[in-house]
């Protein structure tokens, strides 16, 4: 969308349209037997602090009235009613749910995407399988709204309806994200890189005494299968490990009123000296140097 007026009144036009499916919360409501992926509505009354939330799929959320702020390491991300976004399957952040101070709601819908579905439309589309996402943010359109609302309609079981066209109506809404390039599609046979998963599950989590057989278990592997997957996309864990805690570290110390302890407490060092020794390695400057802005330019 872009921020001419016309764009802004559009967008709420749409926004407006698909608040008739968050009227109540139905995070809890039961799925049945069949689950494929499902909308659900988040609606509050007073503000939400919801700490370490790991998604487990892949989802596309749309904030509807009120603001989401998702804090994931050093990275903080703040969102308002309107914005649309994607979360993949293995991220980790604490999240604020904020009401509207018009309204005094906060309303949002989640459509999870399971991996047997994405493999699904992999195999109707190969042209976006394994594609390069341009942003994980999609424009909210007619076109995407129209394709929830009848996903949300199917899935309602207002009327008579088969599974498949269950499947079919959300297929939708996946095709109209692989178009706009904020979504991946993975083929059976493809996995996703390892060392993209781990960058993923640490990166939030950096303050955890992580180890190979944590990590492995995450991903329901063997230490020994994660360690030789791990070589042969040329990486270590422990060289991930490393790599994350410093960027987040560097990220800390340049970009945030915060101090050396504070670098610490959220990388899971316990030892100031061997951060700071690992720090100036890799940055060719003192924690302290890049915190007054005396320090590396760069973080990469």
């Known amino acids: 969308m872009t921020g001419t007026p016309g764009g802004v009144l559009r967008r709420a036009a749409i926004t407006a349209r698909l608040l008739t499916l968050a009227k109540c919360d139905t995070r809890g409501a039961p799925q049945g037997q069949h689950q494929p992926p499902v909308i659900s509505a988040f609606v509050a009354r007073k503000r939400e602090t919801i700490t370490q939330l790991a998604m487990s799929t892949t989802g596309l959320v749309i904030i509807l009235e009120g603001a989401k702020e998702l804090t994931s390491g050093a990275e903080r991300r703040v969102y308002r009613s309107g914005d649309i976004f994607v979360l993949s399957a293995n991220e980790h952040f604490d999240v604020v749910n904020e009401p509207d101070d018009k309204t005094g709601y906060y309303r949002a819908l989640f459509i999870r995407f399971d991996r047997a579905f994405i493999i699904e439309a992999a195999r109707l589309w190969p042209q976006f399988v394994n594609q390069e996402t341009r942003s994980t943010e999609p424009r909210i359109t007619d076109d995407l709204c129209s394709a929830i609302l009848h996903a949300a309609q199917a899935l309602a079981h207002r009327f008579p309806v088969s599974r498949r066209v269950v499947e079919h109506r959300l297929l939708e809404v996946v095709l109209v994200l692989a178009e706009q390039g904020v979504l991946s599609l993975a083929p059976k046979y493809i996995e ?61 110390l340049k970009d945030r009123d915060a101090d050396v302890a504070d670098a610490l407490a959220a990388t899971g060092y316990h030892s100031r000296a061997h951060f700071s020794r690992q720090f100036q390695v890799r940055f060719g400057a003192t924690p302290n140097e890049v915190r007054l802005g005396r320090g590396a330019p760069s973080s990469s």
């Open 192 to 252: 996703d890189s390892v060392v993209a998963a781990v960058r993923l599950l640490v990166r939030h989590r950096l303050h955890l005494n992580w180890t190979t057989a944590a990590v492995a278990s995450e991903f329901s592997m063997s230490e020994a299968t994660l360690r030789r997957r791990l070589r042969a996309e040329g990486h270590t864990f422990q060289g991930l490990l490393l790599d994350e805690r410093m960027k987040a570290a560097f990220i800390i």
